[in-house]
């Protein structure tokens, strides 16, 4: 079954905590995305990666970090430096070249405690 | 600035009806997509129309699209209650610069 995995569903991070999102996939993209959702909101870019080892900032990367080692994944860290991380963390990929189309993960809500 | 923004905010309707909502947006644009989300969970690609196209039909959607006005609709024919989602455009120039509008909340009453 092709598809992107998130994981945790849910997860809580406690102050000055940093917390790590997984995002998985076996689609064979290159590009793959992470957005943030807040309550009633669209979707804002956190991240995006268009090839291995390289990712670039979206619109709201302070207090976020990164990595992509492997094509397949790109997790996502929540430092503390992010004051408000109470949010609906969305995991997508695209392939590069293609029709654009996105591909989303089913998500992970992060909620400070 | 969000580029894309739905028009209404919030939409309900009776199982059966149809459901129009628009999306209005405000720089040139390769094409422009429409996602379903259902409560807590990640989007679902439906439709791409591109910037050279002015009308896509998939299934019970109908998509148009008008860039003289820089807006385009999504119609949903006899509604169901599985429909019932938000639903975005987004809107941009490349996959990594597509921007969101904040959704329609669409209700499908019995």
């Known amino acids: 079954d092709g598809g992107i995995t998130q994981s945790p569903k849910y997860l809580f991070r406690k102050e000055g905590q940093n917390v790590t999102l997984s995002c998985e996939q076996n689609?064979?993209?290159?590009?793959m995305y992470w957005y943030r959702q807040d309550p009633g909101q669209g979707l804002r870019l956190i991240y995006y990666?268009?090839?291995?080892?390289?990712?670039q900032k979206g619109d709201i990367a302070e207090g976020y970090s990164v990595s992509r080692e492997k094509k397949e994944s790109f997790p996502l860290t929540v430092t503390s430096a992010q004051k408000n991380p109470t949010a609906f963390y969305l995991c997508a990929s695209s392939q590069t070249g293609g029709d654009e189309k996105l591909f989303f993960g089913s998500g992970t809500q992060l909620s400070v405690l | 600035s969000q580029q894309g923004e739905e028009d209404p905010q919030a939409l309900s309707i009776q199982e059966g009806e149809n459901a129009t909502m628009n999306c209005s947006y405000k720089?040139?644009?390769?094409?422009l997509q429409w996602y379903r989300q259902n409560s807590g969970r990640g989007l679902v690609h439906l439709i791409l129309?591109?910037?050279?196209?002015r009308e896509k039909h998939s299934g019970r959607l109908r998509v148009t699209l008008d860039t003289s006005k820089k807006s385009s609709s999504l119609l949903i024919t006899a509604s169901r209650a599985a429909d019932t989602a938000s639903y975005f455009c987004a809107t941009g120039k490349g996959a990594q610069k597509l921007v969101f509008g904040q959704g329609t909340r669409l209700t499908i009453n019995p």
């Open positions: 129309i591109r910037s050279n196209e």
């Open positions: 720089t040139s644009i390769n094409n």
């Open positions: 689609l064979n993209h290159d590009a």
């Open positions: 990666s268009q090839i291995v080892n390289d990712f």
